[in-house]
């Protein structure tokens, strides 16, 4: 089954997800500048929602450069003899099946995502004999370290001879025990096809040999205004509460300015249930219950940059949600190419959608294809075929029943 995901969710003013400039990310889409939220920056989100946290708390991972010190804190408990030294070089063998060394390549990109991107440059990449860390931001479940400690203790203690060479960093004595060393590090490897629900959502790539590569059930798009967005600034001002007389305590400067922007956002996602269910070796009933989460997850978890400053937050006015057997992915951007205007940016935003779904995707659909439409406010609106619900729990249930009927 294939469930797909559209969403039009307006944002009060605020700096969600920023640059390195410290303004709001954007792209140019139709000829105009464009508010943009990242699909990491929406991934995150996800990831760490509360809803996902009250169904899967048990289940999900930790992203982080720290494996190589977690795997030393690991072999600590389990070997509280081990001396520094060793662990030092311990973890210095993990950090450097991290790391590319191939003359001409780019640092190692950061996991997760299903594409390679290669962003970081490879002085960023790398590591040193004394870092706790890799080159690359790596998910993993949490035992996956404790599991690692484990097999490296065994070794230690089995195959002194096959362990130094393995930690001692030269070519001659690692190619001495290349074979063993090879069925070691396999072992590892092994282990890490025990996966969470979110790497089997987001996906996993890395540059390490030690870590299985997981190719994403869903794909998330980069949020895009629906219309021309203009970034704005503001600076720091604060009052002095003991001050007498008028004038502001403390006035910013231009360090110190602070950029937002304000914008309806079409958000698309999809999930391949097929392919979730073969990554975590799930039956229906489970994979379903992961798109209910996976939707609500979407519609309720904002991004969490510059909120104290402007809690902004909101949620959608519109959500389609889609389900066929067909895998055929389809995102709605292209209804927003020419950028919508007006007083209530909501309502035009849901009319340009509803005329491209009853037009344009009307003629690619796949003929199973079932819909479910949340649409209130701004955004009410009617899209052929679709049933309506009114409320986000209604919403849920429906795309469960759907799953469950399309299910052979």
Sequence with gaps: MFVQIHML??????????????????CIFGGVTRGRISSQCLKHNIRHSIQFEEVFGDNRTVRTRYLPGMVAHELRALKPEISDDDLKKVKAALAKKFVKHEEGQTGPHEAGESEKDQGQSKSSSAVSDATDQTGQLVFFPPPFAREIAELIADLRNKENAVYSAWTSGKKNEKEKHK?????????????????TLDIGLFGRMTTSDLVVDVEAACQVAHAIATHETIIESDYFTAVDDKKQGTGAGYI??????????????????NLHLDALKKHLSWQDDE??????VLLR?????????????FAAHGV??????????????????????????????????AKALTDYVNTVAKAFAPADMTRALLAVGSASTDIEEAKR???LDALVNSVLELLKEGTP
């Design 9 to 26: 969710q307006s944002m009060p003013p605020g700096n969600l997800n920023r640059d390195d400039t410290g303004q709001p990310k954007k």
């Design 179 to 195: 074979k063993r060393i090879g069925e070691f590090e396999r072992e590892i490897l092994k282990e890490s096809e025990s996966l």
């Design 252 to 269: 910013g400067s231009g360090e110190h300015e602070t950029f937002f922007n304000s914008a309806v956002y079409y958000k698309y996602l």
């Design 287 to 292: 994979a379903a219950r992961a798109a209910g």
């Design 297 to 309: 997850a979407a519609a309720l978890a904002n991004p969490t940059g510059k909120q104290n400053s």
């Design 316 to 349: 959608p006015e519109l959500i389609l949600v889609e389900v066929s057997k067909a895998k055929c992915p389809i995102s709605y951007a292209n209804a927003f190419l020419k950028p919508v205007d007006g007083l209530d940016l909501m309502t035009e935003s």
């Design 389 to 391: 619900v009114h409320t």
